[in-house]
């Protein structure tokens, strides 16, 4: 009797396209869980919540596959969450952006969100700077100049986009996986913070957003901006 058969091939399909994989950030937190349930087996009282973590970490951790929208000069939400503020704002200065407003798309996350970063627009990465700050809610306005955050500009080819990290009062990690020079895809996941935070997203003058806010976002699929060609 063969595997395809028996349908046990069938269901471990099913399975692998309805549990998502994991970020490589949540093995230690996951396997470090799983640990100490097994060296504390036979006490449910450290075996039923050390489970009880690493299940939660497991989930935090999740990294779904997305698929990107096709349409040309679109921009993709580059993170799980809901959209909190949708206006024009100065951006951080080590972004080299100018001194002048630009439109600018907030997202938070909270602890239930998946918390990968994923790029808005196909670009090549002209810097990666972090900056020390606060931990205020991440869900605060203040919260894009006074909390701790990792800014990434991409050159593309509508101009420079800027996307930052910013971490929360219980996100206090951010990890960026890219570095200048990289090129990174449309929807391609490129960093996560962990364990709730925000990330801003700030485009060139001229460009159309297209989400409003408590609007629910989706990284790598939901359309947030339309942008303008750049002039030469």
């Known amino acids: 009797m063969t595997e395809h058969s028996t ?15 994991l970020h490589p950030a949540g093995t230690p937190f996951i396997a470090g869980s799983l640990g100490v349930a097994a060296v504390g087996y036979r006490k449910s009282w450290i075996r039923v919540p050390a489970l009880l973590t690493a ?11 997305r698929v990107t929208p096709t349409q040309e000069g679109v921009a993709v939400a580059p993170a799980d969450g809901e959209v909190t503020l949708v ?3 100065v951006p951080p200065r080590e972004l080299g952006l100018g001194d002048a407003p630009l439109p600018r798309v907030s997202i938070f996350l909270s602890v239930f969100d998946a918390h990968v970063q994923r790029a808005p627009l196909t670009g090549v990465v002209d810097s990666v700077v972090h900056t020390d700050g606060k931990f205020l ?13 990792t800014t990434v500009r ?7 986009v800027g996307v930052v990290q910013i971490a929360g ?7 960026t996986d890219c570095a200048p020079g990289d090129t990174l895809e449309l929807g391609e996941t490129y960093g996560i913070i962990r364990f709730g ?10 460009t159309e957003l ?20 750049a002039q030469p």
């Open 55 to 65: 299940a939660a970490c497991a989930g935090f951790f999740r990294h779904p596959a």
């Open 169 to 175: 009062l219980v996100a206090r990690r951010i990890r």
């Open 210 to 229: 297209t989400v409003y806010s408590g609007q629910r976002a989706v990284a790598a699929e939901t359309v947030i901006a339309h942008l303008p060609i």
């Open 137 to 149: 809610p991440a869900d605060l306005p203040e919260a894009s100049d006074a909390n701790e955050r």
């Open 154 to 160: 991409l050159a593309t080819e509508y101009g420079p």
């Open 7 to 21: 349908g046990i091939g069938h269901i471990t399909e099913l399975i692998r396209h309805t549990v998502p994989p």
């Open 197 to 206: 935070s925000r990330v801003d997203t700030y485009f060139p003058a001229g």
């Open 87 to 89: 206006d024009e704002h």
